[in-house]
């Protein structure tokens, strides 16, 4: 099997080293030219909970065209980069090929099928995994339980299983899905909770599930994403949201949020694919949204003063 890692950083480095050291034949597409030049001299590595592995056999390169048609397109960017690797997947993806993209938060699907069909669209949930780049052509990662997988247009795809025995090859643990949609919305409601309060307040989990105010204002931007769920038909699979985040906090303990991880960095976030996402869906259902309005108030201008476009 040929697959494309389109963005090899933190997550797609742990996904690229698997599925080369499994016998695929990888291509590691990533704009970080540090990064695909240590890939190519000295391999990829990816440390991890046990050990590290050194793959020689992933091939990195800048450009997706340099790849040549692969069976399989992993989309491993952050949400920025979802649509322009979209594009240049569509210009190079071969008729039989499919497209599985995995990111956090809302419209990685909506923002792909603007440039390819969305019947060869699957949609990922990386669930458990926590990790970060140490440097060009090394990852770290700390945990990694579960991929979970569905099609973009729902069902009990056949194609899903086919996509889950190569994962499965790696050394994941992965699950299918008829209903991927939930899947990304449960998932949401945990980083609605934590990543624009956490980056607010700039204190970790663990802190700001300890301090009651905090933990208030974080569980309004969840009731507010959870009210707008269920609007919208989502079959949560739980009755007690509550509950489920704090569950979900206190398992993740001292994580620092990747978004508070991009401000400390001076980079932009993935602010409009979490909190973000919430006010535009509440204003079409008529539900208010006041707590996500406020801290994505604050953490937009923060970002735009990264960028020295308002101080
Ligand atoms: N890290 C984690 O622990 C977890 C991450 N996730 C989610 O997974 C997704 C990926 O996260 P993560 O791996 O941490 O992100 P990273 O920023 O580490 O990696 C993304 C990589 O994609 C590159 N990139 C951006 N645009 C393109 C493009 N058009 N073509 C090729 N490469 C591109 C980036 O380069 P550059 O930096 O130059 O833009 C970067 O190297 C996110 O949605 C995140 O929320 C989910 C669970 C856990
Ligand atoms: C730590 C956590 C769970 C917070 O939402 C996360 O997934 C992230 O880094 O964005």
């Not at 209903?179 to 990304?184: C, E, S, T, V």
């Not at 919305?185 to 970790?204: D, R």
């Not at 989502?234 to 569950?247: E, G, I």
């Amino acid at each position: 099997m040929k697959i494309a890692i389109v963005g090899c950083g933190a997550m797609g480095s742990i996904y690229a080293a698997r599925l080369a050291e499994a016998g695929h034949q990888v291509r590691a597409v990533d704009m970080w030219t540090e990064h695909v030049a240590a890939i190519n001299a000295g391999g990829l590595r990816v440390d991890g909970p046990s050990g590290t592995l050194l793959s020689r056999q992933v091939e990195a390169m800048e450009d997706l065209s340099r790849a040549g048609p692969c069976d399989l397109y992993i989309l491993a960017t952050k949400a920025a980069g979802v649509e322009p690797a979209a594009r240049a997947i569509a210009a190079t993806m071969p008729e039989h090929a499919l497209v599985l993209t995995i990111q956090n938060g809302l419209g990685a699907g909506e923002r792909i099928a603007r440039h390819l069909p969305a019947d060869r669209v699957l949609l990922g949930v990386a669930e458990g995994f926590g990790a970060a780049m140490v440097g060009p052509g090394h990852a770290r990662h700390t945990a990694m339980k579960l991929i979970r997988l569905g099609a973009m247009t729902g069902g009990d795809d056949p194609r899903l299983e086919q996509v889950a025995g190569i994962w499965r090859s790696g050394g994941f643990e992965v699950e299918t899905f008829a209903d991927i949609d939930r899947l990304i919305w449960e998932k949401l409601l945990c980083n609605v909770t934590l990543s624009a309060p956490c980056t607010a307040f700039g204190c970790n989990v663990a802190d700001l599930r300890a301090d009651p105010e905090r933990w208030a204002v974080a569980l309004g931007c969840m009731a507010e994403a959870y009210a707008i769920g269920r609007a919208r038909g989502v079959a949560f699979s739980f009755d007690d949201p509550v509950a489920y985040v704090t569950a979900f906090a206190e398992r993740v303990g001292t994580a620092k949020p990747s978004m508070l991880q991009d401000h400390e960095a001076g980079r932009r976030s993935e602010l409009e694919a979490i909190n973000g996402a919430i006010p535009p869906l509440g204003a079409a259902l008529g539900i208010p949204t006041p707590y996500n309005d406020t801290l994505c108030a604050v953490i937009r201008a923060r970002e735009a003063a990264f960028e020295g476009e308002r101080t």
